[in-house]
């Protein structure tokens, strides 16, 4: 089993629409946790980090379920320029800050 | 600043060739590290710093090497292409060791033949 899981994907939304992607993780260890963007042929780039308590950045929302090992983000009011893949990263306890990231979840926003 | 930057951006190499790929950070950061990124798999780590002098490797070090002698340069090395080394590597730079943001260079597309 992967360390760090994702739907593939991709999602096709239409511009507008709410979207949420879902990221499991098997180390119940896992200490910190994230989700970078992907654009297509691009360098990943930090998107968000992922609280306990879940967070909030502008249509962006980062939940953790530490119960069920899975990480969450949801995308409000998709715009054509949230076309992306969107990678998650978790950093398993006792792995030396090791940051270990998930193959990502691509997401196509349509006019 | 410039951030991290990679070079070559694009190569192809024949198997069996060697060569290096370049990495350099003008941020000052500690840690540096350098994945591979390959449909499907996500990024790989491959080999990191935690500072000059000191390296170790990732998930998937075989094939390749590295050296530390400025905070700011980390090279990657391929000994001996080989076809499944096909991919696109990443630089990547962070501050320090529980500082989790990291930068990444804009990656070196390699085809080995």
């Excluded at chain 1, 999602?11 to 879902?22: K, L, R, W």
């Amino acid at each position: 089993r992967k360390e760090v899981e994702q739907d593939p994907g991709p999602f096709n939304v239409p511009e507008g629409a709410t979207v949420a992607f879902n990221c499991t993780y098997s180390n119940s260890a896992s200490q910190s946790f994230f989700w970078y963007r992907q654009d297509c042929r691009k360098e990943p780039k930090l998107l968000m980090s992922v609280y306990s308590s879940g967070n909030e950045d502008g249509r962006f929302t980062a939940q953790l379920n530490r119960a069920s090992q899975y990480i969450s983000l949801l995308i409000r009011d998709s715009k054509l320029s949230d076309s992306a893949t969107y990678l998650c990263v978790v950093t398993p306890q006792g792995a030396g800050n090791m940051l270990t990231f998930g193959g990502g979840t691509r997401l196509m926003v349509k006019p | 600043n410039a951030g991290v930057t990679q070079t070559p951006k694009f190569q192809v190499l024949k198997t069996g060739q060697s060569m290096t790929l370049q990495c350099a950070q003008d941020m000052n950061h500690e840690y540096m590290s350098w994945y591979r990124q390959d449909p499907g798999m996500g990024l790989r780590l491959i080999h990191y710093s935690v500072g000059a002098g000191i390296t170790d490797q990732g998930e998937v070090p075989n094939g390749y090497n590295v050296s530390r002698s400025t905070t700011e340069d980390f090279p990657l090395r391929l000994l001996s292409a080989a076809p499944s080394q096909t991919s696109v590597y990443f630089c990547a730079s962070r501050p320090g060791l529980s500082l989790y943001e990291q930068y990444f260079g804009p990656g070196t597309r390699l085809t080995v033949t």
